[in-house]
């Protein structure tokens, strides 16, 4: 036997396809970008995507982590059961994002208000979500499912968040959760 039948690759292999040459980072549905390491992004690990984010989404996916409703389904007339949910520090939007693909009502991806950092969130919210579902500042609410970017430092009064009295959920980088 060589050597190569008993590399990590050989014996682990990789669930997702290898990464093509667009830089792109892609769980599931989902097609992201990492900010630039300019400004508070490298300070701040924006640029990076972490192992919570992944034990997140997969909780999530797994349904470990539910987002809808108690009808499990979601259809036009149960929108309402779906969950609302806040992502505090996205960095790339992973957990929000896919919370929002697997059904999440309104979901709502902060973080920390470098514009590097929230043009990236911006980016990979446009990317992986329908345009009639992206609730952009200029818009006032939209009667459907919608996900949206807002600024946040953590510390500072969350009077700032428009739409964080609609949240039932909230999803940190620490991989930790609080029910409201």
Not at 42 to 66: C, R
Not at 120 to 144: F, Q
């Amino acid at each position: 036997m060589s050597d190569d039948e008993f590399s990590l690759t050989s014996l682990f292999p990789s669930r997702t396809p290898p990464p093509e040459d667009d830089d792109l980072i892609r769980y599931g549905p989902l097609a992201l970008s990492l900010p630039s390491t300019q400004g508070k992004a490298i300070t701040l690990l924006a640029d990076k995507v972490f192992n919570p984010a992944l034990v997140l989404a997969e909780q999530i996916e797994l349904g470990q982590i539910s987002v809808l409703g108690k009808s499990g389904t979601v259809s036009s007339a149960q929108q309402k059961l779906t969950k609302k949910v806040c992502e505090l520090g996205a960095g790339t939007g992973l957990p929000g994002l896919f919370a929002f693909t697997a059904g999440a009502g309104k979901v709502v991806l902060t973080d920390y208000p470098d514009e590097n950092i929230l043009q990236c969130l911006w980016g990979n919210l446009r990317r992986n979500v329908d345009a009639e579902n992206v609730l952009s500042p200029d818009k006032s609410e939209i009667d459907t499912r919608w996900c949206t970017v807002e600024g946040y430092e953590w510390g500072t009064d969350t009077e700032g968040l428009n739409r964080l009295d609609q949240v039932s959920s909230v999803l940190t980088f620490q991989a930790c959760r609080w029910r409201f």
